[in-house]
């Protein structure tokens, strides 16, 4: 049975990609369900906090829905995004040339660097507003965990995950979030092990609130990314989730404060180290705006690996 055929709903998100076939061989999609007392998640702790969404049954695409794909959510030749209501594409991104000196300044300040340091060390792209690191258990579909140090999404309850959420560092109102210059994540797998994994949700929220009738005005939550899942399972519709290689050295760009999305470790062992993640809010109108490399271009640090299969994993199947 085809999933991406029945009912997949693009919105808004396009991802950049100077290989798309090459991506979507590594991709894997599941189905988007909420956390209940009745549902079955990756088998680990921590809980997922009550209606969390969470990406079940992860398979791997057909031809036919490769080719869907392709012609769905890519969005050409490289360009800079035009018009105030475009949103900053996807990209994986080749971070081994400056990824020593990441790693050396996440050591030397105990995970936080100062941003004028690690604009530095990004070689001038953009400006870095603010930054954080997270360290991940193995095994775990959705990797976030909010805990007492953080005030993400609900600091009242400590341990538990949020799974697919989009980010409030800024609390931005709908017709803020989807602006050319929205500030999209940065975010870098530093390892030092193991295949992790970026998740991204399909529809984004603009496409959701526009289904729920929200207003330009209104501040989305994950909340409101729930209701519409439910909405959508209920009309026997689904929402999809589509999961995306991140080995250590790579990284990735996303408008996360528009886009449902959480790390993942499910492919990597429960002996093997904690893996951590540099996350990065970067504002693209200030500064340069040479783009970091591809991952998936001839050339990459990865390409030769990702075109004859080295890093292709099995992912845990796993329902809800």
Known sequence: MSLIL???TPGQLRIECADPDLLLRYV????CALAGAEAAYDGGPPPYMPRAIYPAGFVRLTRKERDFLAQTIFCGPPQKPQGANTLPPLKFIDATSFMPRLQELAARYAGVPPLEQLAEALG??????KVCTATSMAGLATASVVDKKTDNYSPDTPGERPGLHIDQWYRMPLDRRFHVDSWPRLIFNMGPVGMRRANVMFPDIQTMADT??????????????ATYVERQNRERRRVFCLSFPLPAGAGYLLPSEAVGHDGSTLTIAADQLPTTTLLMHTDLSVGAR???PDMYAPGSAFYDLLARGALLDDYPVFSG
């Open 212 to 225: 729920l009738g929200l207003s330009p005005g209104h501040i989305p939550t994950s909340k409101d990314m």
């Open 6 to 8: 029945e009912g997949f």
């Open 124 to 129: 001038g792209y953009g400006y870095v507003k």
């Open 290 to 292: 040479e783009p970091f």
């Open 28 to 31: 894997r999609v599941g189905v």
